[in-house]
């Protein structure tokens, strides 16, 4: 559950949840099957909101088990609060109560929770990077749907210097990379040193 209800954007959060109802229901980009509220939020934190995939294409996509995929999504998304607010609305739409476990995700017996992966914190002194992105205090969503971008048009094995103002980058981005198995190499807010994975 959210700890600080403060921490909620709610514009943020609003248009968070509009997006996810509007597109719940619209077919896989790969396999065409009908998308979950909570396969939406996935694509989004994942970086596909443009092409939303359900949780088996997406698990695939990132060569590992969906449940492992779930999991480490989960544990962004839960610190989150705008992101965990459209997760547990998606819960209630789809009537699986205040769930962060749904069923439609998490078959019964599903494994207890995992934290998620510790992001290395590097040398002292960081790697020469091949680009460099100032991010400004560009948050939540924003921020890692544009690093996405910028990584995917990388060669496998770059090194992209992100400089991150937003108070929540020291969470969201050691997070993010764990999540999508990019490696980062160096972090002292705000810069970050992220390497591309190798596809």
């Known amino acids: 559950m959210i700890d600080d209800e403060d921490d909620v954007d709610p514009a943020r959060t609003a248009e968070l949840i509009a997006a996810v109802q509007a597109a719940t229901g619209s077919p896989c980009a790969v396999c065409a099957a009908a998308l979950c509220g909570h396969d939406v939020v996935l ?78 914190q590097g040398a002292p002194v960081p790697p020469a990077p091949d680009a460099v992105w100032d991010a400004g205090s560009l948050a939540c969503g924003d921020l890692v749907l544009e690093l996405r971008q910028r990584l995917r048009a990388m060669p496998p094995g770059a090194v992209l210097a992100l400089r991150a103002l937003d108070p929540g980058a020291p969470q969201d981005i050691p997070a993010w990379c764990g999540l999508t198995r990019h490696t980062l190499l160096f972090a002292r807010h705000p810069d970050y040193w992220i390497r591309r994975r190798s596809d």
Not at 50 to 77: K, V
Not at 94 to 115: F, K, S, V, Y
Request: aromatic content about 6%; charged content about 20%; glycine content about 6%.
């Open 43 to 120: 694509s989004i934190v994942l970086g596909s909101k443009d092409r939303p995939r359900c949780l088996r294409c997406a698990a695939a996509s990132q060569g590992e088990p969906p449940s492992d995929l779930a999991e480490r999504a989960l544990q962004w998304i839960v610190r989150r609060p705008c992101f965990q607010s459209a997760w547990l609305a998606a819960s209630a739409t789809e009537g699986h109560g205040d769930a962060l476990r749904p069923a439609c995700l998490w078959p019964e017996g599903a494994r207890a929770p995992e934290t998620a992966p510790a992001a290395p």
